[in-house]
């Protein structure tokens, strides 16, 4: 078996990915507009468009939005006293090839990256995550975090069947054949769910194959890989974040490694 131990983190980046999401959940006594005003002094020229804020209540949840439920389940706060929060958008970072944006709220952070076969790694867009919390460890503002996650979500069509196996080791997509049912498979979908006993550290890992109709009406696979990493927490912002972030994100580098063949790898190693 090939050693895939040449392949990490920096040396790779799939341009596949089509969705990253990063979320902290944390109980604070800082106001939002001293949030907002902290954070801006410090982040002023790292992004390409003005901030806006919104009202909680007024987007529609998707897979690039907070989950509102989730965030009221970590912080014990009413759903609805969370979708009545105001919260700050700064989108477009100047380093990074992917369109993000970064929400800010009293209770939550989260970065939504979108990727277009343009993917860059992860690096440069948490850095002002790590900064904000700095800046309020430096203020003396107390801050308890509840929950750290990254989620990386990776879409990619295939013609046929076998160029799935190309991509993926055999694992990942092992779909059954029921011969005694007769039927065509449209689609197949498998969840794991691991915890590290050492560190608390949770992973989802979803796989999901299912036949799509593309826009020229021709039936291709399409084949999901979302693995999801977090931290339940219950510490002062004085832990250290940084090493909490590559800890996820090195975690699901490794599964998402493992999910995917040596030939592949190699070629989008560089």
């Not at 800010?104 to 904000?132: F, Q, R």
């Amino acid at each position: 078996m090939e050693d895939k131990s040449i392949f990490t983190r920096q040396n790779v980046h799939d341009k596949k990915m089509r969705l990253v999401i990063v979320r902290l959940d944390y109980i604070c006594d800082c106001t939002f507009n001293k949030f907002k005003s902290l954070f801006e002094a410090a982040f002023k020229k790292t992004f390409l468009e003005a901030p806006k804020v919104y009202e909680n209540h007024n987007i529609q949840i998707n897979l690039s939005d907070k989950d509102f439920v989730s965030i009221s389940r970590n912080l014990n706060i009413p759903i609805d006293e969370i979708k009545e929060l105001q919260y700050v958008r700064y989108s477009g970072f100047k380093n990074g090839n992917c369109f993000a944006f970064l929400d800010i709220s009293e209770c939550y952070m989260c970065l939504t990256i979108k990727c277009e076969n343009n993917y860059d790694g992860l690096t440069d867009y948490v850095e002002p995550i790590k900064g904000a919390f700095t800046i309020l460890q430096n203020k003396g503002i107390n801050m308890t975090l509840k929950r750290l996650g990254i989620r990386k979500i990776r879409i990619e069509d295939f013609d046929l069947l076998n160029g799935i196996k190309e991509v993926f080791e055999p694992f990942v997509y092992n779909i059954p054949s029921f011969g005694s049912l007769k039927n065509v498979n449209l689609k197949s979908e498998y969840v794991d769910v691991f915890m590290d006993p050492t560190n608390g550290l949770r992973t989802n890992v979803r796989r999901i194959l299912e036949r799509v109709v593309d826009s020229d009406k021709n039936q291709n696979f399409s084949a999901t890989l979302d693995i999801d990493a977090y931290f339940h927490l219950n510490e002062r912002v004085k832990i250290n974040l940084r090493n909490l972030l590559d800890c996820v994100n090195q975690k699901e580098f490794e599964i998402y490694k493992e999910c995917m063949t040596y030939k592949y790898l190699r070629s989008i190693y560089g």
